[in-house]
């Protein structure tokens, strides 16, 4: 009998200790609001994580594999606030991508994707959809690996052996 009766005491005691437990977290959490509170603003400024938006980026694009495996490729792009992105290949026939769009994924991490209109006779018979996720080594610089795949636009459906993987450098001017 006397087995059965610690039991209750220990169980009590469990109880106990949680309920002290859960007192301490939140007077502590209430404690910090405080100090947080009356902490001037100046000290209680947050580390700024640096994006790619406010300036014009020069890419530089390697092709890894792919049909232009090899071949480099000169773009400027735009990363607007609102999660635009403009692209433009000044040295090449391609058009202005579109659909161009980006967002953060980490501090100094972002991924963009837009798509480059393939175009014959005036009209869009195809396009490469592209995908970089990106890293800003600093506030003027970004290294990028991404992914360019080739649809029909007729079809919608991917062209095989048309798709291709990058290397990107890029700086702000």
């Not at 694009?61 to 773009?75: A, N």
């Not at 040295?91 to 480059?116: C, E, H, K, V």
């Not at 095989?160 to 700086?171: F, H, K, L, N, R």
Request: with cysteine; hydrophobic share 40%.
């Amino acid at each position: 009998m006397k087995k059965n009766q610690g039991m209750p005491r220990r169980e009590s005691g469990l109880v106990i200790l949680g309920v002290t437990l859960l007192l301490l977290t939140l007077l502590s959490m209430f404690l910090t609001d405080d100090a947080v509170a009356a902490t001037p603003p100046a000290s209680r400024a947050v580390k700024t994580q640096w994006t790619p938006t406010g300036v014009t980026w020069t890419l530089t694009v390697t092709f890894l594999s792919g049909s232009r495996q090899g071949q480099s490729e000169i773009s400027l792009m735009t990363f607007l606030p609102n999660g635009q992105l403009i692209a433009t290949f000044p040295n090449s026939s391609l058009l202005p991508a579109i659909d161009g769009q980006w967002q953060m994924t980490a501090p100094n991490a972002f991924r963009y994707r837009f798509r480059d209109p393939l175009m014959q006779n005036g009209e869009m018979v195809a396009f490469v959809q592209v995908q970089v996720d990106a890293c800003l080594t600093s506030q003027t610089t970004y290294e990028a690996g991404g992914v360019g795949v080739t649809y029909a636009a007729a079809t919608g459906q991917p062209i095989a052996g048309q798709d291709g993987v990058t290397y990107t450098a890029a700086s702000a001017s």
